[in-house]
């Protein structure tokens, strides 16, 4: 198979088109179409269904577009990785990060690392549940940042850790939740959770820690945006990092409840694929994190926020 068939069929998939993808790619739209029917031959298989309206990609056609696209990302990798170990560093690094690292680690991390680094363009994916590792695995993120998951599979991933964060319960201010003294009163509130599903979640596992059943779940959201609404404009109650909790741009709205429970306490760490933390540039950019991390914590403002 040849690289640039492979680009062929992956821009052909995403851009629905056959047309669309012969733009993306620079070629005539009959020479993507004989790069992929060619690919079709080579392989005995039919690739994209073709109607009026565009393509789409057969059973094969995903399978191959799956692993076309992880291919063709790790021999950009690598190409990058050759001319890191010959003191080039450029290319691009690409960072999944919870809205807690987007908002203390990131940017102090970025101010450094582009400094000495400011050939390597860097991509910020903020992502909402960590514990969904499937960027990492697909090769779409290099590191990703956030609260590190119980129970990652051996030998696949490299983990460093950052910094302590702790969990508060939050709810709509001056609501009727917002004053409650237990875990056990808010078992009636309806409950907003993070992630794909209701089923898992810190919520539920800040309950269950506490031995106590946890609450049905009410909503699930997938971004910070959503959490906040739910929280400040419907009267959910969910759970929240401490500092984006007590962010002026949040505090208006919500308020952390004087609980007799402890907040639930994670750890921020940064995950890679165990290949990948060998990268120069990666191993590079893991060292400014650990500094962003300790100036963060020898902060008196972080500190502030961990006690309140």
Known sequence: MKIPALRALIS??????????ARRIGVSQPALTKMIRELEQELAAPLLVRSTTGVTPTAQGKVLYE????????????AQEIGQLGGRMSGQLRIGAVPLAVMLLVPETLRT???EFDGVHLQINEELYIEQ??????????????????????????????MPVSMVVVARR???????????????????YTGLSGVTGYGRRLFEQNGLEPPACGATVNSTLGLL?????ADFVGLMPRPLALHPAAAPF???????EAPLGLVLGAITRVETA???????????????????????SWTSWQRV
């Open 278 to 300: 060998l990268r120069p540039v990666v191993r590079h950019f893991l060292t400014h994190l650990h500094r962003a991390a300790h100036h963060l914590q020898n902060d008196p």
């Open 254 to 260: 919500i308020e952390v409840p004087p609980l007799q």
């Open 67 to 78: 692993r076309a696209g992880l291919a063709l990302r790790e021999l950009a990798g690598a």
């Open 174 to 192: 001056g609501s009727v939740h917002a004053s409650a003294r237990s875990l056990e009163a808010l078992r009636g509130a309806r409950w907003v």
């Open 113 to 115: 690392f582009s400094r």
């Open 133 to 162: 590792l499937m960027n990492l695995r697909r090769g779409d993120v290099d590191i990703a940042l956030g609260p590190i998951p119980d129970r990652l599979p051996p030998g696949e991933f490299h983990v460093e850790v950052l």
């Open 12 to 21: 052909a998939i995403d851009e629905g088109s056959l047309r669309a993808a």
């Open 229 to 233: 609404s739910l929280i400040g404009g």
